[in-house]
């Protein structure tokens, strides 16, 4: 089946990977909530700072990746940067299920933090090279959906996981997962030129007034 982006067409298969970059983009800090009450008899020497650090740290991480993802983004293989990022948010998600103290979990937060600061910028960087006109803006909206559509079930689904045990939260951290396998169908679908009567062509520098 194939999907009409305005520039030509991709596979269907190739719209769920671009799409599953939006479900990733909503988990960083997810699996921490549910446990924040349990913390105190989980780890009984914690200190509120680590705590504190635990719910902070991916977070903080996620700016500086950000704006280094959207530079490496221009100038390299957004593909190879989709699959760094999964893998060190997929990483570090299976390395919080096996952590044992909270010094491990604080560490592997700041790192899936970093990873999703390098996916966000590209669930929507995908969207602009593969769709362009009513086709990009119909995307967005569905990228838009998807992510708030993750959030709610991946919300339910680690507070049930959570009263099982509590490594099991970090289970929903094993999303990106699904990015990857489906990786090999964007490889496939190399994204269009714009049109030369697209918007990108007509806007070519940044609109003060608008900012």
Request: glycine share 8%; net charge positive; charged share 10%.
């Amino acid at each position: 089946m194939k999907i009409s982006t305005g520039k030509g067409t991709i596979s269907l298969v190739a719209l769920v990977a671009i799409l599953s970059i939006s479900a990733v983009v909503s988990l960083p800090g997810l699996a921490i909530s549910p446990i924040l009450n349990d913390l105190d008899s989980i780890f009984p020497k914690a200190s509120t700072l680590e705590i504190e650090m635990l719910e902070s740290l991916p977070s903080l991480l996620i700016i500086p990746a950000m704006l280094l993802a959207g530079r490496w983004s221009q100038r390299g293989n957004k593909v190879k940067l989709l699959v760094l990022g999964c893998t060190i948010f997929l990483l570090s998600g299976i390395g919080s299920m096996l952590s044992t103290s909270l010094r491990e979990l604080i560490v592997l937060s700041a790192v899936m933090g970093f990873g999703a600061g390098i996916i966000i910028p590209l669930s929507t960087g995908f969207i602009v090279d593969y769709f362009t006109g009513d086709y990009r803006v119909k995307m967005l909206g569905i990228s838009s959906a998807v992510n708030n559509l993750t959030l709610v079930v991946a919300t339910a689904a680690v507070g049930w996981l959570a009263e099982i045990r509590w490594h099991f939260a970090f289970a929903v951290y094993l999303l990106p997962a699904i990015t990857l396998i489906l990786i090999p169908a964007l490889r496939s679908s190399t994204p269009m030129p714009e049109p030369p009567e697209g918007a990108q062509h007509r806007q070519q520098r940044l609109n003060g007034g608008m900012i």
